[in-house]
């Protein structure tokens, strides 16, 4: 299953309406919007004017490379990384929220 599939599956379980097709995608629930975004299929980080919540969709081999150029970057929102293994994956948050798996 494409990576992309694979996140808009999870956001669906955890309750999420999901609204958009390709790599990027905004995900709502309540009152809380997440754009969605499976960097290494486009390639670039999205610009702050995108959104308060990011969340962006690696797998196990790209997500520390991809946490440091977070890091690096310092983007004026809310981010997290949901590293997808499998069947299996493990929610990351930046500090100093705190770490989930499922």
Request: glycine share 6%; proline share 7%.
């Amino acid at each position: 299953m494409r990576l992309v599939e694979q996140a808009r599956s999870i956001f669906a379980e955890l309750g999420y309406t999901v609204e958009g097709n390709g790599p990027e995608f905004r995900a709502e629930r309540a009152w809380k919007v997440v754009h969605v975004n499976t960097v290494l299929e486009t390639g670039e980080l999205p610009s702050a004017s995108a959104g308060q919540f990011h969340c962006f969709v690696a797998e196990p081999d790209d997500a520390d490379d991809l946490e440091r150029r977070l890091e690096r970057t310092n983007p004026n929102y809310e981010w997290a990384i949901i590293v997808v293994d499998g069947e299996d994956y493990q929610v990351e948050r930046a500090p100093p929220g705190p770490r989930a798996s499922a």
